[in-house]
């Protein structure tokens, strides 16, 4: 069994995060930038499935060369090989951008799962996986706390409000988890060593057949207009009731002063 699991290098989230003012793009410091810790879900998942059932499990990551760390923080886990794909005509792709240029390298694999994050934590726009189905021509199966795989069958449990759905697709197929499908496993420290050792396959824009104008800013069909920093909320008022009413008169005394009533 072949798995393909999409993870991205982001800015670390424990971490005050910077927009550059005039890209509107996230400030990207290779020094403070980890494997999305939502991405580590999907390799977890992964790895037992291959535990179980034999196989490899393949990670793929877009980004910059600095993105290698990422990918072997994912090999550290367990993982058997990493794809990079890096080129300079790739920045500012949008989700459809990115889906199209990991498509082009799972197209190759052919592999018999593609996961997912539900969403990344540094964008949280959660399109990538939809539209990566989407040009893979793959069933998609979101949102999992549980699978199981027999045959070339694959079963899904969600949770839906109320609920638990059970879902179920013919492989080959994608799926996205939630934190839910399993806790993530530390690297050992043999398997931190035996990651540095492995090479990535690094591929750009030629080897994947891609035009330029198809992906990066060229490519994306979306803009980011504005960026602006979330406001604080004033703290409320307090009004202490003495016994005598003068909270009530206190409250809509206020009440008429922002015109609500």
């Known amino acids: 069994m072949k798995i393909c699991v999409t993870v991205k290098q982001v800015p ?18 290779p020094d403070q930038s980890i494997l999305d810790p939502a991405d580590e879900y999907g390799v977890e998942t992964a790895l037992r499935l291959v535990e179980e059932h034999g196989g490899e499990v393949v990670v793929i990551s877009m980004g910059p060369p600095t993105a290698a760390d990422a990918l072997r923080r994912a090999m550290a886990m367990g ?24 498509a082009a390298v799972i ?14 934590t540094d ?7 939809g539209m990566l189905a989407e040009f893979l021509d793959l069933p998609q199966l979101t949102f999992a706390r549980q699978v199981a795989v027999e045959g070339q069958t694959i079963t899904v449990h969600r949770d839906i409000e109320g ?23 530390y690297p050992s420290f043999k398997g931190v060593m035996a ?28 803009r980011v207009l504005a960026v602006e920093e979330v406001r ?30």
């Open 195 to 222: 990651a540095k050792r492995k090479p990535i396959d690094e591929r750009d824009l030629a080897a994947l057949g891609l035009e330029a104008g198809t992906v990066g800013a060229a490519g994306a069909a979306e």
């Open 163 to 185: 609920a638990t759905q059970v879902l179920q697709a013919q492989l080959p197929a994608l799926l996205t988890v939630t934190a839910s499908i399993a806790e993530p496993r």
């Open 232 to 261: 604080e909320e004033k703290q409320g008022q307090m009004v202490t009731d003495d016994g005598a009413g003068s909270s009530v008169e206190a409250i809509v005394a206020f009440l008429e002063r922002i015109q609500v009533v």
């Open 107 to 120: 197209r190759d694999e052919q592999p018999d799962l593609v996961i997912c994050a539900i969403e990344a």
């Open 79 to 102: 993982a058997d090989r990493a794809i990079l794909i890096t080129d300079e005509a790739l920045a500012g792709s949008d989700a459809r951008a990115t889906a199209r240029a990991l």
């Open 123 to 129: 964008a949280y726009t959660g399109m990538v996986p």
């Open 12 to 29: 670390d989230p424990n971490l005050p995060m910077q927009v550059d003012p005039a890209t509107h793009r996230l400030v990207r410091n």
